[in-house]
């Protein structure tokens, strides 16, 4: 069992938007504004889209952006594409024991 | 451009010592920390542990004592041993530069490498 909560899966049609939730606790998410989030395809390397609950890395595109409400974290893609179609991960600083947390992956299907 | 590579047997028999190198190229490995991170069949990503270029180590305490990192700053790469494998210890293990100082995040991944343990 993950720490952090996604939905298993989530799909939208090309050009939609979709939003992908990941809920913690006052221990993690609640008290630090240090939510990353990942996308993931098989075989290669996992990518950093989102850290700091809303920072884009360099080179990532603005249809990607996140946001933090209390214990919940969530991640949009909008104007969605077939190349959006993969599996992504939210992860949170949880303090000096833990450290660092992530949740169980969403997958996105872009129908 | 960092990149990661991660290497190691794909195999390993309970209850052995599971081993990992990650290669480091296009950047140095120092002034950065540096994770393991993995994944289990059908399960989410799990943080192993950290080290910093100059040996400090944190590791998640459900795993904790098992698990020893070292880094060799000559040869600009780091290592994972965990201990006393069980096949709940099968999984895709990632390296990854990280956690960023004030932001928690990993900013560059290697592609994984999938560790079995069986008999």
């Known amino acids: 069992q993950s720490a952090l909560t996604q939905p298993a899966s989530v799909s939208g049609s090309p050009g939609q938007s979709i939003t992908i939730s990941c809920t913690g606790t006052s221990s993690d998410i609640g008290s630090f504004n240090l939510v990353s989030w990942y996308q993931l395809y098989p075989g290669r390397a996992p990518k950093l889209i989102i850290s700091e609950v809303t920072e884009r890395p360099s080179g990532i595109s603005n249809r990607f952006s996140g946001s933090k409400f209390d214990n919940t974290a969530s991640l949009t893609i909008s104007g969605l594409r077939a190349e959006d179609e993969a599996d992504y991960y939210c992860c949170s600083y949880a303090g000096s024991t833990n450290f660092v947390v992530f949740g169980g992956g969403t997958k996105l299907t872009v129908l | 451009q960092v990149q990661l590579e991660e290497s190691g047997p794909g195999l390993v028999k309970p209850p052995e010592t599971l081993s990992l190198t990650c290669s480091v190229s296009?950047?140095?490995?120092?002034?950065?920390?540096w994770s393991w991170i993995r994944q289990s069949p059908g399960k989410g990503l799990q943080w192993i542990g950290y080290?910093?270029?100059?040996?400090?180590?944190y590791s998640n305490p459900s795993l904790k004592s098992r698990v020893t990192i070292s880094v060799d700053t000559s040869k600009n790469h780091f290592s994972l041993r965990l201990s006393s494998v069980t096949a709940a210890d099968t999984a895709v293990y990632y390296c990854a530069r990280g956690p960023r100082a004030g932001a928690g995040s990993f900013d560059s991944w290697g592609r994984g490498t999938l560790v079995t343990v069986s008999s």
């Open positions: 296009g950047g140095s490995i120092r002034n950065y920390y």
């Open positions: 080290i910093y270029y100059s040996g400090i180590t």
